[in-house]
């Protein structure tokens, strides 16, 4: 199993110029704890997380007190994404083996890598996609040639249908579609289940997201 089969796709980012206290509407927004940031190229330049925002604000002689108050007015004091990212990244590629992403999590202490595809941002692989995967793996037994292109067919008519898949992730192996994450609504968690079994060569839905807005973890199609 490689990066590509595991990895989130619509990923949140930001510009480099992004305000510190936009990024943090849009970590808070969209339920994640740090965004790639990239330039219109979509070309990663760094990650920024909430720590890094926590630890700008500490360092500062007042607590971080006085950007942040101005923040919404542009003021000059306040930093941007650029000033405060984290530039030192491990990047992997889209057919960087699973196994050797997860040494890399580990060897660096991070909690996610930028896949990319020449250069540019194609996917997020974070420490929980790659536990979803391993697990699928254990569970599903052998890879089946059709896997990637049911993986595809499944984000492809999520995203068709306006479903967010950024705090979710989809795994398949042997014709298995395994569903982990979180969804925001009900009504979302019944599209992921019922695309990934509509969908033609699936023989199996594994269901293991959970509902945000009502923190019910529904139960398993097939496990």
């Given at each position: 199993m490689k990066a ?8 949140i980012t930001v ?209």
């Open positions: 590509a089969d595991v990895m989130t796709t619509r990923v510009l480099p110029d992004t305000r510190v206290h936009e990024v943090a509407r849009v970590l808070f927004a969209n339920r994640v704890s740090a965004v790639p940031v990239v330039d219109r190229e979509n070309r990663v330049l760094g990650m920024l997380s909430e720590g890094d925002i926590a630890r700008r604000a500490r360092s500062g002689p007042d607590g971080g007190g006085a950007w942040w108050s101005r923040a919404g007015g542009a003021g000059p004091a306040e930093p941007t994404a650029a000033d405060i990212m984290t530039r030192e990244l491990v990047r992997i590629g889209e057919d960087t083996p699973l196994e050797e992403a997860a040494a890399l999590i580990e060897r660096h202490g991070v909690k996610r890598l930028p896949v990319e595809r020449g250069g540019r941002l194609v996917g997020i692989v974070s420490r929980a996609n790659v536990a979803h995967g391993l697990a699928a793996a254990r569970a599903g037994g052998a890879e089946a040639p059709g896997d990637a292109a049911i993986r595809a067919t499944v984000l492809e008519a999520l995203e068709r249908a306006a479903v967010s898949t950024h705090l979710a992730n989809v795994v398949v192996t042997g014709a298995t579609v395994y569903l982990w994450g979180a969804v925001e609504t009900i009504s979302e968690h019944k599209a992921f289940v019922a695309t990934a079994a509509a969908t033609p060569g699936v023989k199996a839905v594994s269901d293991h997201l959970f509902v945000l807005a009502s923190r019910l973890r529904p139960g398993r199609v097939e496990d």
